[in-house]
């Protein structure tokens, strides 16, 4: 996706002798001289999503990959067959913190029910969730082939809540 600004268009009254705010155009250019273009995403796979669950509940998302040919009319859009594929999640408090650190949370898995209809569930355990801090977690999932091709799938947030009562308990179901 790209975005194109144009020019806005002049006032009727001069601008002289001012230093700032410079013209849009010169603004723009003096951005576009000095600003390095932001780096390509890594993949298009890569969606965004906010998952919340609450400590001590167990998080259950569903993950369904497809493929989309748009080069058809109408498009077609297919299952990616996950068949020996490695899932990968980690949650950390700060996203600079090493995968080894104690608050960092990691959940591997490979899909066994759904495979070939490009469906995976990401399963983090009451056990877990119950151990983790009431914060906003940044988090991501990948995944590996068995070939060892690395996909970067989602990456986000995970929110742990506190209840607020005791008298609601099970599974917490986010789908993406």
Known sequence: MSTTL????LPPYPIARQNWPLPFSQL?????ATTPPPPPSP????QGAALTVQCGATLSTKLTLTVTDS???PPVTTPVDVTGNTFQFTAKVD??????????VKVDWQETSTPTQGITWLVVPA????????????????MISASGVVTPLVQG????????????????????
């Open 127 to 142: 056990a877990t969730t119950q151990t983790m801090q009431t914060i906003a977690y940044a988090m991501q999932i990948w």
């Open 6 to 9: 144009g020019n806005p268009p």
């Open 28 to 32: 723009q250019t003096q951005m576009a």
């Open 157 to 176: 947030t995970l929110t742990v809540t506190q209840s607020i009562s005791a008298r609601a308990a099970g599974p917490v179901v986010n789908p993406i």
């Open 71 to 73: 080069s058809v009319t």
């Open 43 to 46: 993949c298009a796979c890569v």
């Open 95 to 104: 996203p600079t913190y090493l995968d080894t650190d104690p608050t960092t």
